[in-house]
């Protein structure tokens, strides 16, 4: 018998008795058993918070970034071994491929958003600095900084791959420890990955544990340091939430609850339209992969009345050709629920719903399963309800069956069609399929706040299109009310959710060293080398260079508008630039000002500087006249390095002021400098 063992404190713990049965979805059989009694919950907080929390955090936001590279690459090349033990979730291939690749492709998108979005630094800028003095001497910045906590991960039985990964992804590139406790029905799976976790030597020790069974004590050893995040029912994450430890130290506690996620269909989408299509088979799709088990899934199908029977016969066709059984066998196209007891549940919410809905399609008590059947393992029939009077008794606003079931409901005009949308009293995701951009404004205007998410859906993107129910790292996953309220993901605003805001106020140097950044104002040093030959390693924040000045001609405007072609009549006709209210004569263009900067300020010799690949936040602060006097000031800005590259990302900050000394233009250059300790490499 295979015994689910618990990673604790850097060691892998077997209970010795409390076990309950993990059931093979398919045949019934037991597949593993599970208990965590004997855990230190306790031991376990502390582990995290000394050892893992002093791993990651030794670590900057791009060195984390790599690590998670480096487990995802480990991973897909175990990714067999996950697949054969999908199986016994009830899992068909499509329902495994989510799961498992999707789950280490949330840490790829994390690895390459940390080394694109992030600093190579410990601390994230958040925001530009605010200027809260009259000349600039002490300025306000929001700084993250990573809690020194651990995260505690309550992850549901539906997801037990993706559902670990797509939280630890934003976890430990915060450089925060994580203790995963996933749950029990499929916990197996989850229990594989996380071995193959720690085989990989990839992660620092402490970062990750792992709790397989109960949590006994743990939620209430929290303090405000450490965060949960909780995916699950909302019944059971509002209990969790309002534990008494969780409200006194008000422990950060994000929750994504399942939740009675719509799509509407637009009354221009008729059936001889491709939405109409679109909109039928993502209504299967949505009821059919991983069985309907999704906290995404489309539970109210929200359609124009005078297309209900259309609908309705279009999705029943379409759900007639769905084999439901043993995934093993290539014809099935849906497999199980993850267990017996939520076949059970399912059951129990359709015969609810079915007092104020009629079933259109399935039994929801019976299903011919191919290679299997429904007494040993937890299969269903996809089931279609319909509802003719949503505005009056309606359960399918408030009671989810959390399996492949949906409920067509109809309306009369968009209004009615948002109201019935939020009526779900807030949910992870709603989506529109229409043809008609001004239909499918007037629903997200109406319904947007009800949702985490809104995907719209027409011809022009459907094929490139991730679908109504599929969460993507690069945006959030989470929604109002009965959603849980809270968000996951998101890209980089995910990782703040590990972080403490905090907003520092001093002067711009004492700023400048704390973030790694030039602030405006701060002190700049000089340096005996032109800044464009000096290694990556040589520069540093806050050397400046000061150029000569060079003074702006007639001849110079009227030069670069023949080579530009830019013949604008502010710097081509004197008259028409003295009527225009900014001007007092010709200008000179701004883009020569940009082009006669770098004249100014770069080294043409060959030197570390490889290249310059762009520009921001440029702005043209006051008109150049014929006469005025230009000065540059060049500022190391920022620094990322990019690791096992051979060079560095430079930024400087560019100041171009008058004879007056006022400041003409500003904005950022981008550069590419080489290492002087690692050779330069193109992979």
């Not at 973030?515 to 040093?525: D, H, L, N, R, S």
Request: aromatic fraction near 8%; glycine fraction near 10%.
């Amino acid at each position: 018998m295979n015994i689910l063992k618990s990673f604790a404190k850097g060691q892998w713990h077997q209970a010795t008795d409390g076990f309950k049965n993990c059931n093979h979805a398919i045949t019934g059989q037991v597949v593993a058993q599970i208990s965590s009694a004997g855990l230190d919950f306790s031991g376990m907080l502390d582990y995290g918070r000394s050892v893992g929390q002093k791993s990651l955090q030794k670590m900057t936001f791009h060195e984390r970034a790599l690590m998670l590279k480096e487990l995802a690459l480990y991973l897909l090349s175990r990714k067999k071994e996950f697949y054969a033990l999908s199986r016994a979730t009830g899992a068909t291939k499509v329902d495994s491929w989510i799961d498992i690749e999707g789950g280490i492709g949330t840490l790829f998108v994390y690895s390459g958003k940390g080394r694109r979005e992030l600093p190579d630094h410990h601390i994230l800028i958040d925001g530009p600095p605010e200027h809260i003095s009259p000349n600039g001497t002490f300025l306000g910045q929001h700084i993250c900084t990573s809690l020194q906590g651990v995260a505690v991960h309550i992850n549901a039985f539906n997801f037990p791959c993706w559902g670990m990964l797509e939280k630890l992804a934003p976890t430990l590139l915060a450089g925060v420890p994580a203790i995963v406790k996933p749950a029990s029905d499929t916990a197996y799976l989850t229990e594989l990955m996380f071995q193959a976790m720690i085989e990989s030597g990839v992660l620092p020790e402490g970062a990750v544990q792992l709790i397989c069974g109960s949590t006994g004590n743990l939620l209430d050893e929290l303090t405000c340091q450490d965060v949960v995040a909780f995916t699950g029912s909302a019944s059971t994450g509002q209990y969790l939430k309002s534990k008494p430890n969780i409200t006194a130290n008000a422990v950060r506690f994000t929750m994504e609850a399942d939740s009675l996620n719509c799509s509407i269909l637009t009354p221009d989408a008729t059936p001889d339209t491709p939405e109409f299509d679109l909109y039928v088979k993502e209504v299967v799709k949505e009821m059919t992969v991983k069985s309907g088990q999704k906290c995404t899934a489309i539970r109210r199908a929200i359609v124009p009345a005078n297309l209900m029977d259309a609908v309705g016969d279009a999705i029943s066709a379409r759900l007639a050709k769905i084999t439901v059984g043993d995934p093993a066998n290539e014809t099935v196209r849906m497999g199980a629920l993850a267990s017996k007891a939520q076949q059970t549940e399912v059951r129990e919410r359709v015969a609810e719903l079915a007092e104020t809905c009629d079933i259109l399609y399935g039994n929801p008590d019976h299903i011919e399963a191919i290679d299997g059947n429904d007494q040993d393992g937890a299969f269903i029939s996809p089931v279609l309800l319909r509802n003719n009077t949503p505005f009056g008794e309606c359960l399918a606003h408030d009671v989810e069956a959390f399996g492949p079931v949906s409920t067509l409901m109809p309306y009369d005009s968009l209004e009615q069609a948002a109201e019935l949308a939020n009526r779900g009293q807030g949910s992870l995701v709603g989506s529109v399929f229409g043809h008609n951009d001004a239909n499918i404004s007037e629903v997200v205007n109406r319904a947007a706040c009800f949702h985490g998410r809104m995907v719209l859906i027409n011809r022009d993107c459907a094929k490139e299109s991730s679908g109504h129910g599929s969460p993507l790292p690069h945006l959030v996953h989470g929604g109002p009310g009965r959603a849980g309220g809270g968000e996951e993901m998101g890209g980089i605003r995910g990782v703040k959710h590990y972080m403490q805001r905090t907003a520092l106020q001093g002067s711009p140097t004492t700023l400048m060293r704390i973030t790694e950044k030039y602030m405006p104002k701060a002190k700049t040093t000089s340096t005996e080398k032109h800044p464009f030959q000096l290694h990556y390693e040589e520069l540093q924040v806050g050397q400046a260079l000061t150029t000569e000045s060079r003074t702006i001609t007639l001849e110079d405007i009227e030069d670069f508008a023949n080579l530009s072609g830019d013949r604008f009549y502010a710097h081509m006709d004197q008259e028409a630039a003295e009527r225009n209210p900014f001007f007092d004569g010709r200008v000179a263009h701004g883009y020569f000002i940009v082009s006669m900067a770098a004249g100014l300020f770069v080294a043409p010799e060959e030197g570390p500087v490889l290249a310059n690949y762009g520009l921001d936040d440029l702005r043209f602060t006051e008109p150049v006249y014929p006469g005025d006097e230009i000065t540059i000031q060049l500022t190391c800005k920022q620094k990322s390095y990019r690791r096992g590259k051979g060079y560095g990302e430079v930024r400087w900050d560019l100041q171009a002021t008058n004879q007056d000394d006022v400041v003409v233009a500003a904005y950022d250059i981008l550069t590419m400098v080489a290492s002087n300790t690692e050779p330069f490499s193109e992979d």
